[in-house]
């Protein structure tokens, strides 16, 4: 499959501008530049000039692909925030990069390395990706926590949310669990939530309602501080948290989102494995 950088033609890289490909993965969208032949450093505007809906292209992130930087890699890929702050994990991004990727290269399966780690992608299906995210981590230093406290409780609350599991799988989050999703005003506890003094790096805040032993509904306030309508990462923990509270056995679960759903495997020692959509948006420069 030809994707339209310009870095898969050489001559091309004396034009003008920066080409990109747009996709999301349930509705959470990205900017994908190619760094390989041609690098590319944007500036902190710069990053939220192309993110913004009003004035740029419109992304939850940026992806840059760079040269793989460890054995066995396909390729290194920078997550960038709209705010420009560089982050560890996406799971809709790898999904969407990896797809991209694996038709570039023709394979059925590679890996791809963020700041989080080295993730294996696979095709499953027509536009449709499996990723394994990674371990989850639960210690009060892997998340990180600013003391030495029980993560399956932190002790922290905001309206009707309250004693949350903190875990993290490239990116720290907490996640409550409630009665029912719908009735909790997410916007106004996410942010006092996200940079609660417990979380020197703030955190993702999820919310988690378990439907049946098998699904369960999630909605997510992300950093930097707003509402998505998908988060993979997020998706993952909620599985992971809902299995060590004790309220599931099961260990494969669909999780409903506002955009539609994906399917999280926990595997042996915790190695999360998503599997969700992915679709091109449409190409183009920036200038």
Known sequence: MQIPWFSNDKNALIQPGRPFVKMHGLCNDFVMVDGREQSFFPLKEEIIHIC??????????????????????????????????EVEA???????????????????????????????CTLAGDKKVSVEMGRIRTGWQDIPLSRDIDTLH???????????????IGNPHAVFFVDDVDSVDLPKYGKALQTHPLFP?????????LLNPKSLKLSVWERPGN??????????????????RGLTTTRKMTVI????????????????????????CYAGVLV
């Not at 913004?52 to 925030?81: C, K, Q, W």
């Not at 790898?94 to 700041?115: A, D, M």
């Not at 932190?154 to 993290?168: F, T, Y």
Request: net charge negative; glycine share 10%; proline share 5%.
């Open 257 to 280: 989102m506002p955009a539609g759903s994906v399917e999280i495997e926990l595997k042996d020692q915790d190695l999360a494995v998503m599997t969700g959509p992915v679709e091109i």
């Open 154 to 168: 932190l002790n922290i609350e905001a309206g009707p949310l309250k004693d949350p599991v903190g875990m993290n």
């Open 52 to 85: 913004n809906r009003h004035e740029g292209v419109g992304a939850d992130e940026l992806l840059i692909v760079e040269p793989a930087r460890s054995h066995n890699t396909y390729a290194f890929v920078r997550i960038i925030n709209p705010d420009g702050r």
């Open 227 to 244: 509402m998505t309508t998908s988060c993979g990462t997020g998706a993952c923990v909620a599985v992971a948290a809902a299995h060590r």
């Open 201 to 209: 790096e703030e955190a993702n805040i999820g919310v988690a309602q």
């Open 90 to 120: 996406c799971g809709n991004a790898t999904r969407c990069i990896g797809w991209l990727l694996l038709k570039e290269c023709n394979k059925e399966e590679i890996q791809i390395e963020t700041l989080g780690g080295i993730l294996k």
